[in-house]
């Protein structure tokens, strides 16, 4: 298994990059490689300082790196040899298993799109955000910023993506899927989710609960959440925010400290042909970890493969 990481992505990278994959190794298989992706001569340099050597570390010339100002797809036809499409190439050719980067969001979506594709009869691909649960574990809400307009059967889509990825990566039995409305009635919410709530209804590939408030986020009544990238942002961000205030007051609980996005890593890109995870970009070493033990449950998982596979039946 050979897990890449943008080791050049990130607003304080090499050196949390670095130190994220010395620490992932300890809790990796031994089977498990992991690839840097980056200017050689900085990462050989920051492993050195890092205390980083390990035969099953690689790292991947790529001598330059994309600046998180620039637009999207500037930047991957000006800086074709920057970290961000080196480590598409690599996922295209299938010199890797999986590709994690906290750089530039806009650019590792438009690389994903441009590069590996969406998965055919993928109308958007989405990101997908884990959701902490009262009774402990995870869920998933899906989308979290990628598609911020959708249609009615993009959200049917991501229901049944996201219940996949519940499925196959966070091992859950026939995860319950809600729809976020603004009320628990079937004829509530905007035409959007009125048309969304009548399609999940009827369909059988996705165990549809109905509506989801937002006091249903955090609970148990709905282990997939659905809704558009605009919703789905405000969401995530608000639960961020939560997580910061209690910690500015020192106040620490076991169930709030998982919002914490060092403990979750990232956020997949699910549609595409790859497994792709997208870091923050202000990720310290623990959350570069996350990413990378993450983005080795999804290759573990062949959550791409298992897509494939539900589309064609």
Same mark, same amino acid.
Request: hydrophobic share 40%; with cysteine.
């Given at each position: ?6 080791? =050049? ?26 690839? !840097? ?5 900085? &990462? ?23 600046? !998180?100002?620039?637009?999207?797809? +500037? ?16 996922? +295209? ?41 009262? +009774?402990?574990?995870?869920?998933? =809400? !899906? ?17 049944? &993506?996201?219940? =996949? ?5 966070? +091992? ?27 399609? =999940? ?44 205030? &209690? ?22 890109? &699910? ?40 589309? !064609?039946?």
């Amino acid at each position: 298994m050979r897990i890449a990481i943008d080791a =050049m992505g990130g607003d304080y990278a090499p050196m949390p990059n670095v130190e994220g994959v010395k620490l992932a190794l300890a809790e990796l298989p031994a089977d498990a490689t992991l690839v !840097m992706v980056g200017d050689k001569e900085v &990462l050989e340099k920051a492993s050195d300082e890092a205390g980083l050597d390990d035969p099953r570390v690689e790292v991947y010339h790529a001598p330059d790196t994309i600046p !998180m100002g620039v637009h999207p797809t +500037k930047a991957l036809t000006r800086h074709p040899e920057a970290s961000i499409p080196v480590g598409y190439r690599l996922l +295209k050719n299938k010199e890797i298993d999986a590709f994690s980067s906290c750089g530039n969001t806009g650019a590792m979506h438009v690389g994903a799109l441009f590069s590996i594709k969406a998965i055919e009869g993928i109308i958007r691909p989405g990101l997908a955000g884990l959701i902490p649960k009262e +009774k402990g574990g995870f869920g998933i =809400m !899906m989308d979290v910023g990628a598609n911020a307009d959708c249609r009615p059967d993009v959200l049917v889509q991501f229901a049944e &993506l996201a219940s =996949m990825f519940a499925n196959y990566v966070l +091992k859950i039995d026939n995860p319950k899927v809600g729809l976020v409305n603004l009320g628990e009635e079937e004829q509530k919410g905007t035409l959007l989710t009125q048309a969304a709530y009548q399609l =999940m209804k009827i369909n059988r590939k996705i165990n549809f609960i109905g509506n989801l408030e937002g006091r249903d986020i955090f609970n148990d009544k709905a282990d997939v959440i659905v809704c558009d990238g605009f919703t789905g942002n405000v969401l995530l961000k608000f639960a961020e925010s939560i997580y910061e205030m &209690l910690k500015q007051r020192n106040f620490s609980d076991p169930f709030f400290d998982q919002m914490d996005y060092k403990r979750i890593g990232g956020s997949p890109i &699910l549609g595409i042909n790859g497994n792709v995870t997208i870091g923050h970009g202000v990720s310290d070493k623990y959350a570069i970890k996350s990413m990378i033990l993450q983005s080795h449950q999804m290759a573990v998982s062949k959550i791409n493969e298992k897509i494939k596979e539900s589309l !064609m039946a």
